[in-house]
Each structure stands twice: as C-alpha cells, then as structure tokens.
C-alpha cells in the first residue's frame, strides 16, 4: 500500500474528556480523533487516530452508512487508553469522491493501506450497520491481520431479515441529512430504542454529520449492493462479538441472532435499545467491547 502523509490538525486530549451520562453527550466541543488526510492508493481519505498507550493492538472502526468520522466520537471517548483509528470512507464527510465505485473488499484494502501507515500488522476490527459489512470483508480479505471482531447492529448482507419497506424507503434516501426537521421527524422510525423515546436526540445526532452529496451516499449503497457473508461466515476464525438493539427497526434482531449462529467463535451482547447503541449508550458499549478485546 502506497500512502503518503498530509498535515492533520490537533485534537484534544482524549484523558481530559469525563462524559458523565447514560446517553452520549453529542455537544462536546471537539471529538477525541487527531485528524490527518493520507493518500492511499491513489484515493485521498480522512483519517481520525486516538493514540491511546502505545503497545496495544489498535481498534479499527468502519462507521454506518453516510456517517464521518465525528460520529464515532462518544464510544472512542469512553476507550481513552485505547488507540482507535477510523476513516470517512470516500465521498462521505470530507474524503473525496473517488473516481470510480467501489466495492466492500476496495473498502478492506483502504483500510489495510491506514493500518500500513501507523506500522501496524494486526488490529481489532469494529463495525457498525454498513460498517458492518465492511468489517466482515475485512476479516475474511485480511484475515491476518484481524484479531478480533466486533459487528454492531450489523447482518449478513443481500441475504438478511430485512427491516419494513417504510423504514428501507427512508433510508435509501440521504434526506434525513439534508433536513433537520425531517431528521428529527423520523429519527425515531428508523433507529428506535432512545431516538423513539427522545426525538430531539436527532438533532445532536445530526449535528455532526458532514455532509458532502448524495453521490458519495448512493455510492455506500451500491458498494454493498449484492454482497452477502452468508457463504463464508462460518469459515471465520476471529473471536466475534456480536452486538444488538432489542428495538432496532432497521436491522431486526434475528440479524444478530443469526451471526451469532453462523459465526463458530462468537457470542451475543443485546442492548434495550436501538440502531445506534454506540452513541446513546457509550459507556455501557464501551465496557462490553473493553471485557472482550481485553480477554487474555
């Protein structure tokens, strides 16, 4: 992998940071990610680092569908000890378009080359919703260099229990990114747990969406279009946790169930609540994803 290095801008001090409450504080100044751009074969991509202690095996984070960086904010401020590298993938937040479509193991690649950077031959590997599928790629194309694995409110891909045709249509569009007030207006349909019982959590949510167009969105789509883990899952060797919301509306339960099941050297952790667990319970998922990586 061929990377090179631009100017990054500082970050604060990630053991400063003391969120004290159940739900996240989407108000902070400023996220614990140091930021740097680096040219990864020949794409230009955003990369946040918490460094952490040196000596550890960094945590890798593959974010949702449309989500920068900033997002992965909260659950990185509860890990302040820990290095956790993550990247907006190209033509979200501040990466550019690429300049043609990509596909999931494209995505495994990318992410290979960030890991070359930092001199790392092995990490942790987290992912949520679409970074789900993203992370599963990358356990299966870069075995090697997975130790572990974690998939939160996640599935199998083409071949899943799909969430109602009203929540799909809501987010085959990247309108709830574009317009506050639709945001809040269906938040609660589409992520459930504590966005259903406190809409105005949309609008802290939100805040810190970077948005860039709605090529970069269709371009997530169509990158996970068709792909599916269901034939190789069981060949994975990774110790897997697998997380879930009990009332997630976009990726039903039974999804984690059933990488529960497929997966041979997996367990379950179910949250009571919903899509976005890592940002409305950061302490608590912070404190399951710590047991686990941390096991001897």
Known sequence: MNTAHLPHTAAADPSAMEPDSRVADFHHAEH????????????????????????????????????????????????????????????????????????????????????????HGTCDVLGVSWGGAAAQQFARSQSARCRRLILCATATGMFMVPARPSVLMKMATPRRYMSKSYARAISGDIYGGDYRRDPGLAAQHFKHIKWQSRLGYYLQ?????????????HRLRQPTLVMAGDDDPLIPLINARLLHRLIPRSELKVFDCGHLFLMTRPKESAAAIAEFLDRP
């Open 32 to 119: 614990p990610f140091a930021i740097e751009m680096l040219h990864v074969d020949g794409q230009l991509i955003r990369v946040g680092r918490q460094a952490g202690r040196p000596g550890g095996v960094p945590l890798l984070l593959f974010n949702g569908i449309g989500g920068n960086i900033e997002l992965l904010g909260p659950i990185a401020q509860w890990m302040p000890a820990r290095e956790v590298i993550t990247f907006d993938i190209p033509g979200v937040g501040h990466s550019p378009l690429p300049d043609r479509p990509y596909r999931l193991p494209g995505i495994a690649r990318l992410a290979a080359g960030v890991l070359d950077h930092y001199g």
């Open 221 to 233: 789509i169509a990158a996970a279009t068709g792909w599916t883990s269901l034939p190789w899952l």
